[in-house]
């Protein structure tokens, strides 16, 4: 059980590209999300809290405008990376807690990993 | 700003030797979880410590929550090459129990 499904797993792309990535938790509900980003051998910086029905919350220094993040169902959310550049390639992770067992664990998707040219 | 430190961040070991990662917490936590990320993959979850003291097994790790809750260690007993990944401890605030807060990971390698 509490499986997150990521989607897609890899991205490359132009500079000037908008991309969408999805997370979905298959078998139970999240209310919350969280979206992260890896740099390599670096540790997780998270980037927004995801909350189904209501904006997300960003952390400091992440750029709302260029990092969209919708969670329209209790089951996904999605983040978009708005008009990506070189400097946005990264490894994009998101993670989601099954509503029905309180605030903890944190399970992961397989995580996104996107190229911008 | 809260955060959790985590030493070593990297530990090579000849496998069947020990091994210990430990994390600090600038803050009191209400509870501390690590997770396990192979090469190339995703975080899992290992476990969740909530008590102060809590010491907790699975198999050859060993899990340990200090007792002013601020502190957390991992110890791998006769470790494995299957062990090999990165091992990150991840405290829930006491104060904000929603956001975790990283550490930045012990990178561990097993030789054969």
């Known amino acids: 059980g509490a499986v997150v499904s990521q989607h897609p797993s890899w991205v490359i792309c132009k500079s000037g590209t908008s991309v969408k990535i999805e997370c979905r938790s298959l078998d139970f509900q999240a209310t919350t999300m969280f979206w992260y980003r890896q740099f390599p051998k670096q540790s997780l910086m998270l980037m927004a809290t995801s909350n189904e029905g209501s904006k997300a919350t960003y952390e400091q220094g992440v750029e709302k405008d260029k990092f969209l993040i919708n969670h329209a169902s209790l089951t996904l959310s999605t983040l978009t990376v708005t008009s990506a550049h070189p400097e946005d390639s990264s490894f994009y992770i998101c993670?989601?807690?099954?509503?029905?067992?309180?605030?903890?664990?944190?399970?992961f998707g397989d995580g996104t990993r996107l190229s911008i040219l | 700003g809260q955060q959790v430190m985590q030493i070593p961040q990297y530990q090579h070991v000849q496998e069947g030797e020990d091994f210990t990662t430990y994390c600090n917490s600038s803050t009191t936590l209400s509870n501390i979880q690590w997770y396990k990320q192979r090469p190339g993959g995703h975080p899992v979850f290992l476990i969740q410590l909530v008590k102060s003291g809590e010491v907790k097994k699975q198999k050859r790790l060993t899990f340990q929550f200090g007792e002013a809750k601020k502190n957390s260690s991992l110890h791998i007993t006769a470790t494995q090459t299957t062990d090999v990944g990165t091992y990150f401890c991840?405290?829930?605030?006491?104060?904000?129990?929603?956001?975790?807060?990283w550490g930045l990971g012990t990178s561990l390698a097993v030789n054969p």
């Open positions: 993670s989601a807690r099954d509503r029905a067992r309180g605030s903890q664990p944190q399970h």
């Open positions: 991840a405290g829930a605030d006491a104060g904000n129990n929603r956001k975790l807060i």
